[in-house]
């Protein structure tokens, strides 16, 4: 796979830079509630400053649709920013129709930060439009993509503008694609996956190429119920896609045919009813009652992923075991994570996982820390496992 350049290959002391981040950070009342995005991407951008760059920053916020949405102002982002940099950081206002952000650019020097205006006010930015791409180009000497998590859209400030620039991955983007280069491109083998959540409609072309790629394939969750049934198990009232049992059978046929062992819970903690607490109960998975229904892997299938863990070298993670938000359904899900991060910390296991609710499973396990690496950027890194090239990515390469 071509290389892609870094900070490392630029010199940015005295040049006009421009980067695009994510700041698409959660705001309530006007201010900041979780700075995890922020502190993520602000060593990379003082490091920009404090070699006399001037930095523009491009970022989008929420769903404008192209429109000039006051509610999705970038505005209140400046000040958490700033604090977090420690540097002025100056809110430019523009509905990118008009040419406040090159003005602001032209005023600013070495060091100066400038936070422009959400990037989607204009229609141009999602239809990656060549005439908004220019405009974005025409801030800065050098392109920096520092927003991993914007990578699998081709828009005008993620893709457009990198071809009208000398371009670059920033620090975070650089170490997020080493991560998953080192996962999934290269990786050391043997290679376990671990696919689990709520439905397979939603992850089948991530469950068709993680077979391709993985040694063994271990699947959990409500998805598992799908594959469980289309090997003729009736799973009762659990969730259970009816319509895909042979597409399930197709992915179990097509696994084995290449190779890739496919590891399906031999028993489960089944309740009648979807609440915290409820009444459950641990039984084979062939041996669920017809009013009960599948929400956690259970004890063996639990010893078994666990065992898979110790055998292998590289473990990637999607979906939790179970209905993790409900005790004691998190258990599954809790003790296959602890067990990876303990792996992980004895240098033993390289683990990347990624995913919304992975993200926070892991937390809820206290077993983020100790993984080699947790990508929170969504539907990016779900599209990496799928195997699609990110038109963001694809770009800074070369
Ligand atoms: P991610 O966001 O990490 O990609 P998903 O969104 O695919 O993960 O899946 C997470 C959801 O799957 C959680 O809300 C969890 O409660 C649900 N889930 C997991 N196992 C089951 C199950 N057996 N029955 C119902 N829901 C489940
Ligand atoms: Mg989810």
Redesign the pocket.
Known sequence: MPQFKTLDDIDVSGKRVVIRLDLNVPVADGAVTDTTRIDRIVPGLRELADNNATVAILAHFGRPKGDVRPEMSLAPIAPALEKALGRPVRFVATDWRDDAAAAAVNAAGPGDVLLMENTRFHPGEEANAADLAAKFAALGDIYINDAFSAAHRAHASTEGIAHLLPSAAGRTMAAELEALEAALGTPKRPLAAVV????IS??LELLGNLSKIADTLIIG??MA?TFLAAQGIDVGK??CEHDLLETAAGILKEASAGNCRIVLPVDVTVAREFAANADSRTCDAGDVASDE????VGPRAITEAKAVFDEAATVVW????????IPPFDVGTVEAARHAAGLSRAGKLITVAG?????AALNHAGAADDFTYVSTAGGAF?EWLEGKPLPGVEVLRG
Not at 196 to 199: C, I, R, S, T
Not at 318 to 325: I, K, L, Q, S, Y
Request: no cysteine; glycine share 28%.
């Open positions: 689990g959540g709520a439905k939603t992850k969750g409500g119920n659990s969730l229904m599948i929400l956690d999607n979906g939790p075991f179970g209905a993790f938000e995913g919304g609710d992975t993200v779900l």
